[in-house]
Nanobody
């Protein structure tokens, strides 16, 4: 199994980026796929998740209304559209795969697989 995260970069505050997480060795139609982020010295923080069945995604309060998670099952890829970026959004962003129930999506320990991370830096 491999989750390949990409799309990070340097952007000015107020700008946008779209992250991609291409999955191989598993079907995103069988796993809840989520994005987390992490800054040095901090725990990995849940950002957004989308269930194996599609349906209503979940978002952290800090990104709700600015970020949109989506998926393309034909490409076996999950996306995170990030708009109105703020300096505090700066982090390494990871995608993960879990079979946990919705209430457990924010727990990193519930994830079976992780991507390698992609750096997002937002300048002020």
């Amino acid at each position: 199994v491999q989750l390949q995260a990409s799309g990070g970069g340097l952007v000015q505050a107020g700008g946008s980026l779209r992250l991609s997480c291409a999955a191989s060795g598993l079907s995103i139609r069988s796993y809840t796929m989520s994005w987390f982020r992490q800054t040095p010295g901090m725990e990995r923080e849940f950002v957004s998740g989308i269930a194996w069945s599609g349906g209503i995604p979940d978002y952290a309060g800090s990104v709700k209304g600015r970020y949109i998670i989506s998926r393309d099952t034909a490409k076996n890829t999950v996306y995170l559209q990030m708009n109105s970026l703020k300096p505090e959004d700066t982090a390494v962003y990871y995608c993960g795969a879990t079979k946990g129930v919705r209430s457990s999506w924010s727990d990193p320990q519930m994830y079976y697989y992780w991507g390698q991370g992609t750096q997002v830096t937002v300048s002020s």
